[in-house]
């Protein structure tokens, strides 16, 4: 049972730190460096082979559903965000 404890810390840390970032980074474009960063964290997490074992155990379980769906929504808000900010350096 810790090991889900463990899991859903991870997810609601992951979703903080994402959420937190985006807002940094609107305010300030060098942060844009940090959020990329704590999505290539993201893209670790969810490939790692422990975090997927977790995964299949706990899927079901009504918190970890819960905060996956934030995570999921945050991540993507920040992706559209950081793919909005790369555009606008890229063109002259």
């Known amino acids: 049972m810790k090991e889900k404890y463990q899991f859903?810390?991870?997810l609601k840390l992951l979703e903080y730190e994402i959420k937190e970032l985006t807002v940094y980074a609107k305010e300030c474009s060098t942060c844009f460096e940090l959020l990329?960063?704590?999505l290539d964290d993201l893209c670790q997490f969810m490939t790692c082979e422990e975090n997927l074992k977790q995964w299949s155990?706990?899927?079901n379980h009504r918190e970890i559903k819960e905060h996956s769906a934030k995570l999921r929504e945050t991540s993507t808000e920040?992706?559209?965000d950081l793919e909005k900010y790369q555009l606008n350096i890229s063109l002259p």
Do not use: I, M, V, Y
């Open 8 to 10: 859903l810390l991870s």
């Open 36 to 38: 990329k960063r704590k």
């Open 57 to 59: 155990l706990w899927e």
């Open 78 to 80: 920040a992706l559209c």
